[in-house]
Each structure stands twice: as C-alpha cells, then as structure tokens.
T-cell receptor, first 113, second 117 residues
Framework: EDKVVQSPLSLVVHEGDTVTLNCSYEVTNFRSLLWYKQEKKAPTFLFMLTSSGIEKKSGRLSSILDKKELFSILNITATQTGDSAIYLC?????????????FGTGTRLKVLA | GAVVSQHPSWVICKSGTSVKIECRSLDFQATTMFWYRQFPKQSLMLMATSNEGSKATYEQGVEKDKFLINHASLTLSTLTVTSAHPEDSSFYIC?????????????FGDGTRLSIL
C-alpha cells in the first residue's frame, strides 16, 4: 500500500527561526514529489522535485529529494508569520497509464510574532 | 495564469438533498480534473480522476453512484453528491491539469465546504 508520512505533525516557532519539514514515502512507480502550502483554502504549489540531490530554492524556502532513502525535506529560513500554514507533500505515481498524487497528512506550522 | 474556480464555496443543506459542485478552469483548458475530499486535520484523499469526454476513474472505496462526476467540456467538471447524508459532510477540492496523464503540478480550486444537517 502506498504510504506518505510527514513529520512533525505540527510545529510552533517564533519569527526568525529556521524549520525543517520531513516527508518520507513508500509508493510504487514513483515519478516526482511536490510540496504544497495550504492556508485556508486551496493548496498552492511550492516545488516539484524529480531528481535526487538537486536543491530547489525559492526565496527563503528550499527543498531537496533523496530517491534512494525515499524522503524529501522542506526548509524555511527566517520564518515569518505569513509562513503559518499546512505544508503538504505529495509523491506523484504513475498507475494504469495515468498519474496521481498521494498526499501526506501535512505539517501544521504556526509562526508566532 | 492557471486559475481554477470552484463553486459554491460553502453549502449547508438537509439530509437527502443532492448537491452539485462546479470546477472551472478560467484561463486554460483542463484535459484532466481531479476531485479530492479532506476531513478536518487530515490529508487530501483522491476520490476520482475525470478526463474530458470520458468516464471518470474512481478510487477504491468511492461510490460512483453516490458521487457523480461529469467533465463535459475542457473548462468544466462537476461533482454531484447524490442523496447527501451527514457523513458526506466534508471539504471537497478539485484540481486541474492541462495535459492528460501529465506529470505537471495540478492547480487547485478553493474548495467547497459541504455541511449536511
């Protein structure tokens, strides 16, 4: 059975702190892995990772994938209150000629002023 | 670009009512749309994948007669929850992809909160 585990489940930090969010997965026919940020409504896309060891960066956020150890991390440096959200990772797997996402339970991040 | 609009954003109705939720891609053609369900503090669970002009593919455990999906055009997919009951109360989110069988990121709508009394 395909499984995605995110840790920690929740995290409370102060502005300026650095956080590392973890995502481990066991899925068949893995293609890529995505990170999304979900505030009150729709998840918004952050990163798509396909190759191992290549860091992707966007401002204070960065992410990397390890396909051998089957995990990914999302780093946020110098956190701000606007970073408060649920962060979801989703491996993409191919099955029966289609692609589908398997979402993790998410990490709920709260950044205090 | 790549905006997905979902309507309505919130529905409250009586048990036994059928509820239709619309998902529209506003500035692109969505060959494939996905319907997810999310319970409080839980992850998004894929319910079904719909490709324009063909029948939807439902995930295991999802009743196709209960959750009717129609994807009649490249910009619109609808999910109808038939004879809804309190256990159907949940947050339903659609997403869209520009290409069939695409490995590219999906674009999500804002979701519909469904409450069945």
């Amino acid at each position: 059975e395909d499984k995605v585990v995110q840790s920690p489940l929740s995290l409370v930090v102060h502005e300026g702190d650095t956080v590392t969010l973890n995502c481990s997965y066991e899925v068949t026919n893995f293609r890529s892995l995505l990170w999304y940020k979900q505030e009150k409504k729709a998840p918004t896309f952050l990163f798509m990772l396909t190759s191992s060891g290549i860091e992707k960066k966007s401002g204070r956020l960065s992410s990397i994938l390890d396909k051998k150890e089957l995990f990914s991390i999302l780093n946020i440096t110098a956190t701000q209150t606007g970073d408060s959200a649920i962060y979801l990772c989703a491996p993409i797997l191919s099955t029966s000629g289609t692609y589908k996402y398997i979402f993790g339970t998410g990490t709920r991040l709260k950044v205090l002023a | 670009g790549a905006v997905v609009s979902q309507h309505p954003s919130w529905v409250i109705c009586k048990s036994g009512t059928s509820v239709k939720i619309e998902c529209r891609s506003l500035d692109f053609q969505a060959t494939t749309m996905f319907w997810y369900r999310q319970f409080p503090k839980q992850s998004l669970m894929l319910m079904a994948t719909s490709n324009e002009g063909s029948k939807a593919t439902y995930e295991q455990g999802v009743e196709k007669d209960k959750f009717l999906i129609n994807h009649a055009s490249l910009t619109l997919s609808t999910l109808t929850v038939t004879s809804a009951h309190p256990e159907d109360s949940s947050f339903y989110i659609c997403s869209a992809s520009t290409r069939r069988n695409s490995n590219q990121p999906q674009h999500f709508g804002d979701g519909t909160r469904l409450s069945i009394l």
